[in-house]
């Protein structure tokens, strides 16, 4: 089955400088690939999303590029702020039907102010 | 995207009985949902995969006899975990998917957290 690689499982940064995070999985048919922000408690909120047909989305502060040859996507989130602290979640959507989401281990991400 | 309620937020109970967790689609019919389980500092864990009028599948490892899911409606999927233990504490998430397609999102419940003592 599908599995999902994440680091680093934790990131600490400046207010203002940017933070990457990067994830590889396994299985060459999964075709969608979501970020999920959760944090304390709450539930996991999506972010951006990228399908297998794209190589690069942008969303204000925040993108992510995928490689599908090497099977690895990326977050970046440029001028970070304080409220870009919480736990960062990649994730890919596999299975028959493209049913089943499989997640990271999650990247707790620190912004220092 | 699709508005998803969990009741309850928390639950606290004794080691040996039973407690049902409801997941609401509120403003989308929903025929598939999935139950997630999240253990302190760790990722999310697909449990079981919720389709109406049919039965779950169960992701491997997931004892179906004593997590029970019953999707009755298009609405409303329910998680009751039996015989709780407290290696069963857990924050319990449930999602829906909008659409049929695999690039479709998933919108996630807003959990619930239970502690078995």
């Known amino acids: 089955g599908e599995n999902v690689e994440q680091h680093p499982s934790t990131l600490s940064v400046q207010e203002g400088d940017s933070a990457v995070i990067k994830c590889t999985y396994s299985?060459?048919?999964?075709?969608?690939f979501p970020w999920y922000k959760q944090e304390l408690g709450k539930r996991p909120q999506l972010i951006i999303d990228?399908?297998?047909?794209?190589g690069e989305k942008k969303d204000q502060r925040i993108a992510v590029t995928l490689n599908k040859t090497a099977k690895h996507f990326s977050l970046h989130i440029t001028e970070t702020q304080p409220e870009d602290s919480a736990v960062y979640f990649c994730a890919a959507k596999t299975g028959e039907y493209g049913n089943k989401l499989v997640f990271g281990a999650g990247t707790i991400l620190r912004v220092k102010s | 995207g699709a508005v998803v309620s969990q009741h309850p937020s928390w639950v606290i109970c004794k080691s040996g009985t039973s407690v049902k967790i409801e997941c609401r689609s509120l403003?989308?019919?929903?025929?598939?949902m999935f139950w997630y389980r999240q253990f302190p500092k760790q990722s999310l864990m697909l449990m079981a995969t919720s389709n109406e009028g049919s039965k779950a599948t169960y992701e491997q490892g997931v004892e179906k006899d004593k997590f029970l899911i019953n999707h009755a409606s298009l609405t409303l999927s329910t998680l009751t975990v039996t015989s709780a233990h407290p290696e069963d504490s857990s924050f319990y998430i449930c999602?829906?998917?909008?659409?049929?397609?695999?690039?479709?999102?998933?919108?996630f419940g807003p959990g619930t957290r239970l502690t078995v003592l």
């Open positions: 403003d989308f019919q929903a025929t598939t």
């Open positions: 299985d060459s048919a999964s075709n969608y």
């Open positions: 999602s829906v998917r909008v659409g049929k397609s695999s690039y479709n999102e998933q919108f």
């Open positions: 990228i399908r297998s047909n794209v």
